[in-house]
Nanobody
Framework: QVEVVESGGGLVRPGGSLRLSCAAS????????MGWYRQGPANQRELVAS???????QSAEFVKGRFTISRDNAKNAMFLELNSLKPEDTAVYLC??????????????????WGQGTQVTVSS
C-alpha cells in the first residue's frame, strides 16, 4: 500500500505565500507522475500542476507566474510554492501520486493514490 501525506496549508492574507509539501511512502518501485489538484467550495476538482518522472511539467493557466512546482525524486516528495495568493485560490489542495508498487508475493502493480488534502484559505 502507498501512503500520501500533504502539509503546509493555512490561512493567509491576499498577496501572501505558502509552501505545500507532499510525501509518498510504501513499497514503491517507481513513481511516474506526482501532481497537485485543488477543489474549492464551488468548484470541481482541477489540476494545479504535475511533474512526470522525466521532469516534464504541466500546469493550469492560473498557475503561470504565481505558483512553482518541484519534485525530489530521491525522497518521493513534491512541493508547491504558492505566491501572490488570491481569495479564489481558496481550496483543499490534494496530492496525487501515480507509479508502481510491489504487492502480494513479490508481484508489481500500478497505483494511483491520493492524500487527505491540506486546506488553503486566502482571506482578509
Amino acid at each position: 500500500q502507498v501512503e500520501v501525506v500533504e502539509s503546509g496549508g493555512g490561512l493567509v492574507r491576499p498577496g501572501g505565500s505558502l509552501r505545500l509539501s507532499c510525501a509518498a511512502s510504501g513499497s514503491i518501485t517507481e513513481i511516474y507522475t506526482m501532481g497537485w489538484y485543488r477543489q474549492g467550495p464551488a468548484n470541481q476538482r482541477e489540476l494545479v500542476a504535475s511533474v512526470a518522472g522525466d521532469g516534464t511539467v504541466q500546469s493550469a493557466e492560473f498557475v503561470k507566474g504565481r505558483f512553482t512546482i518541484s519534485r525530489d525524486n530521491a525522497k518521493n516528495a513534491m512541493f508547491l510554492e504558492l505566491n501572490s495568493l488570491k481569495p479564489e485560490d481558496t481550496a483543499v489542495y490534494l496530492c496525487n501520486v501515480q507509479g508502481e508498487v510491489i504487492v502480494a508475493a513479490g508481484g508489481r502493480a500500478d497505483f494511483t493514490s491520493w492524500g487527505q488534502g491540506t486546506q488553503v484559505t486566502v482571506s482578509s
